[in-house]
């Protein structure tokens, strides 16, 4: 296994401190994997004054002291380094009560919650794996640290994180495991919201994620509406989408055809950002509209609803169409539509007041008189554009509105006179 050149020399600086340090955690089984870590975090005897004192010259981020994390900044890369731990007891299914810090390594990968995440390992030193995570990874099993009961109950996320690492690694959980998920599900009721919404951002984008979705519907039903009519369509037109598709799209497939207001709360409950809710759900309100087939009929959805949304929609509708055996035509219907939305958007076609090629400023020279009018005159230039009776060019859009004004009998004023 090749670790980084900075990694090494991470390993190496504590080293030269005294201290022991491996690299711990989704690296090892990442790397185990053929698959390349998202990030390298470390472990090690030092404290995090004395990981801190290990670089002089470096910025050492002070990111999680009560928990023994620091991260150390090389070439502007982040890498978390923590004092080898285990946890008290969680009283509330939430927070360990006290952190204690402990001279072993062996320890501390007993606090970590699947097999395949609680190993170690140092160039020299090689692996250390004391729970057989690497013969879980060969029978691709999620699999808890000790007993699965016991281990949810201290920390119900790990519940979902189970299901995380079944989605994005295509893992089966382990009997014992999948049981404790089955009865403990309803504790995830005392987890934080944002930790909830990370490991299901993460499930959802995972390519095993339909077979999570339609093994384990009860454990999600917090999160998502597994017991709604047609979960399973709607888990198919999920499985459907381009491998690519953004989160507010994966959402919106499962959400799709439900009461946007059950969504919203869902989703605020959740704290999405303002940006991911409204992404997920305008399609989701516009769900059944008819689909546009022609020029005007697509810029008109573009300037309503934006360019995103409408993409999104089409995507949907594809996606949903695909798996109704009867339903060749919407699905022709709705890849023609994106297909002219594509062509539509590369050509750079006006569908918003901003691409007008006149701004409020002109009309006030022509002597439009500053207030709600301006807005209305932008909005009929608008009109005229997107339905092809005027091209956005700005000769073209003041000799029409001057007209317009000379046809009104209001005649334009101009500006000082
Ligand atoms: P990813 O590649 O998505 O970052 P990861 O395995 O690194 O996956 P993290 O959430 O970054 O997952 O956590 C890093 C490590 O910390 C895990 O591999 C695991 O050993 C441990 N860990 C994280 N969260 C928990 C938890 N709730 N309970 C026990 N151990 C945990
Ligand atoms: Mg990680």
Same mark, same amino acid.
């Given at each position: 296994m090749d670790l980084p050149v900075d990694v090494r020399a991470l390993l190496r600086a504590l080293e030269a401190g005294g201290y022991a340090a491996w690299v711990v955690g989704g690296c090892v089984r990442d790397m185990l994997m053929g698959r390349t870590p998202s990030d390298w975090d470390v472990c090690t005897d030092a404290l995090t004054g004395q990981v801190a004192a290990c670089f002089p010259g470096h910025a050492v981020l002070p990111t999680g002291e009560k928990h023994g994390t620091v991260t150390v900044v090389l070439h502007h890369q982040p890498y978390e380094v923590t004092t080898f731990r285990t946890e008290g007891a969680y009283s509330d299914g939430r927070h360990p009560d006290t952190v204690r810090f402990v001279p072993g390594l062996r320890e501390d990968l007993s606090r970590r919650d699947f097999t395949v995440n609680a190993m170690a390992y140092h160039p020299d030193r090689g692996l250390v794996d004391p729970f057989g995570g690497r013969a879980d990874i060969a029978a691709h099993l999620v699999r808890c640290v000790g007993k699965p009961t016991l281990r949810f109950g201290e920390d119900a996320l790990r519940v979902l994180r189970a299901l995380r690492f079944a989605a994005v690694l295509g893992f089966a959980l382990d009997a014992a495991t999948a049981d404790a998920v089955r009865a403990l599900? $309803? #504790?995830? +009721?005392?987890?934080a919201a944002e930790r909830l919404r990370a490991e299901l951002d993460k499930l959802l984008c995972g390519p095993a994620a339909p077979d999570v979705l339609l093994t384990y519907p009860d454990a999600l039903v917090s999160l998502l509406p597994?017991?709604?009519?047609?979960w399973r369509a709607r888990v198919a037109a999920l499985a459907r989408? $381009? #491998?690519? +598709?953004?989160l507010p799209l994966r959402l919106a497939a499962l959400w799709?055809?439900?009461?946007?207001a059950r969504a919203q709360e869902t989703l605020a409950r959740l704290k999405y950002d303002n940006r991911t809710q409204r992404r997920t759900l305008t399609p989701l309100a516009h769900w059944g509209m008819p689909l546009p087939s022609q020029r005007p009929a697509l810029r008109r959805a573009v300037r309503g609803l934006g360019a995103d949304a409408v993409r999104d929609l089409l995507a949907l509708r594809l996606a949903f169409a695909m798996g109704d055996a009867c339903a060749g035509a919407a699905a022709d219907e709705a890849e023609r539509a994106a297909a002219l939305l594509q062509e539509l958007l590369a050509s750079g076609a006006c569908c918003t007041r901003a691409q007008l090629a006149v701004r409020g400023d002109d009309l006030l020279v022509m002597g439009?008189?500053?207030?709600p009018g301006v807005g209305r005159a932008l909005d009929a230039l608008l009109d005229e554009v997107i339905e092809e009776r005027?091209?956005?060019?700005r000769g073209a859009l003041l000799a029409w509105l001057q007209k317009t004004a000379e046809k009104q009998k209001s005649p334009v004023r101009h500006g000082g006179g």
């Open positions: 599900h $309803p #504790r995830l +009721a005392l987890v597994t017991d709604a009519p047609d989408l $381009p #491998r690519e +598709a953004a799709a055809g439900l009461p946007a439009v008189p500053p207030g005027l091209p956005n060019a």
